[in-house]
């Protein structure tokens, strides 16, 4: 067993460097305030990926099981303590934005205050998750996650969100106002409808062929008392957009399913001016479409958003 200067081994050495950075969270007044989210979302995941796996992988390895096990319960009740105040903060959110019917510049300043956000998406250029989208996934959440029911169709997508930060910067570059009429085409689970009608007021429809998404996303909308956001459970090359404005796709389809629903978006555009905003690999084949003008590029990067306006 190798010692340090202090004579300390190893093992007790890394016991001690869990132990400390344990007692720090735990120690942290500002963690426990409920404005500090930002904060806290950063505590959780240190809390779980670094201490609470770095326990279990040593107690796979070593002899000192007691020891680690009452630091991972430690480190876990920290870990709840610290959700807890984030649920509380969500069910009062929700409760406020049900009864004041809080949207546009209003709901910015309220989530603004417990968590940091670019309005126009900027400062991001890589792709991935953060903790905008923890935020969100805990405020707009509606008990667990249903499981897909229906097979999909070879070029139809599953289910993965948009990352957060690219929901608020679309309806920046999209200019997306009240007066708009915004689809989700292939909506999951609803947050993009949801988060729009809450950014900017306008009214939101989500297409989706899974009900059980459907349903989650409606019952999710329900909670906020959201009567301009609605969820139609139908194939999006079956669904009504003769009220649409601007359309959005998170690459639900690709092939002959999308050139269908670019078909359809077309006989749209012949009777009022629309935009399609794209994410994702479905980009490229939305480009080719001659009736389309790009008004804003993605610049090759298929993990940021493009805006196309109807010539
Ligand atoms: C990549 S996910 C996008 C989810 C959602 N737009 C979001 O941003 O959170 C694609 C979604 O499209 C749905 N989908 C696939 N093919 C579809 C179709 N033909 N009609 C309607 N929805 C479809 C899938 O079930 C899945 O929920």
Request: glycine share 6%; aromatic share 10%; net charge negative.
């Amino acid at each position: 067993m190798t010692r340090n200067k202090l004579g300390i081994n190893n093992s007790e050495e890394t016991l001690f460097k869990i132990q400390a950075d344990i007692e720090a969270f735990e120690k942290d007044a500002a963690l426990y305030e409920e404005k500090n989210c930002d904060k806290r979302l950063d505590a959780i995941d240190f809390l779980e990926f670094h201490i609470i796996d770095h326990i279990e992988s040593l107690i796979e390895k070593t002899a000192q099981t007691n020891q680690l096990s009452l630091l991972k319960q430690w480190a876990e009740n920290i870990k709840l303590a610290l959700e807890a105040i984030d649920n509380n903060l969500f069910k009062k959110l929700r409760a406020h934005i049900r009864s004041n019917g809080c949207t546009g510049e209003q709901f910015k300043k309220l989530v603004g205050k417990y968590i940091d956000f670019d309005a126009d998406g900027s400062g991001h250029e890589e792709a991935g998750y953060d903790n905008l989208d923890v935020f969100f996934n805990g405020l707009l959440s509606f008990g667990s996650v249903p499981e897909q029911t229906k097979a999909l169709e070879p070029e139809m997508v599953f289910y993965q969100k948009t990352p957060t930060r690219i929901i608020f910067e679309l309806v920046e570059k999209a200019y997306i106002t009240k007066n708009d009429v915004f689809f989700d085409l292939g909506s999951g689970l609803g947050q993009a409808a949801i988060l729009v009608n809450l950014l900017a007021g306008t009214k939101t429809r989500g297409v989706e062929f899974e009900p059980a998404f459907c349903n989650y996303a409606s019952d999710c909308a329900a909670q906020f008392n959201l009567p301009n956001v609605s969820f139609i459970n139908v194939d999006a090359r079956q669904a009504d957009y003769s009220d649409g404005t601007v359309f959005f796709m998170y690459t639900p389809f690709k092939g002959e399913i999308l050139q269908d629903v670019l078909v359809l978006l077309r006989s749209e555009s012949l009777t009022r001016k629309i935009k399609i905003i794209t994410y994702g690999p479905c980009t490229a084949q939305v480009a080719s479409e001659g009736w389309l003008d790009i008004t804003v590029s993605n610049n090759d990067n298929i993990y940021k958003p493009a805006v196309f306006t109807s010539i």
